[in-house]
């Protein structure tokens, strides 16, 4: 059983950066591969980014690619999503998820993650 909880949100400006957080409860976090999705207003839940458990590949979705960064630090049960150069178009939930063992490309769908955060809003303003 794992517990995800995100931070790191906030009202910014276009052209701004913020990092989000996402910490982890549980036993063998190194072991979960975690991803972040974001869901908008009157949007449906899409994928942003996601590392995988084994070689640290990673993974972004073309809005994002060169922006967005992620990362993990597993002796701090944390995976992190850096966002450069926010966009008004970013605005949205965001949400960090794990699925234990997972590769490929089960990382890109949401269906695929065993635990879920709360979320944290992002909102970028223009």
Do not use: H
């Not at 701004?16 to 976090?29: P, T, V, W």
Request: with cysteine.
């Amino acid at each position: 059983q794992v517990q995800l909880v995100e931070s790191g949100g906030g009202l910014v400006q276009a052209g701004d950066s913020l990092r989000l957080s996402c910490a982890a409860s549980g036993r063998a976090f190194s072991t979960y591969s975690m991803g972040w999705f974001r869901q908008g207003p009157g949007k449906e839940r899409d994928f942003v980014a996601a590392m995988s458990w084994s070689n640290r590949s990673t993974y972004y979705a073309d809005s994002v690619k060169g922006r967005f960064t992620i990362s993990r630090d597993n002796f701090k049960n944390t995976v992190y999503l850096q966002m450069n150069s926010l966009k008004p178009e970013d605005t949205a939930v965001y949400y960090c998820a794990a699925d234990r063992f997972a590769m490929g490309g089960r990382l890109f769908r949401d269906n695929e993650y065993d635990y879920w955060g709360q979320g944290t809003q992002v909102t970028v303003s223009s």
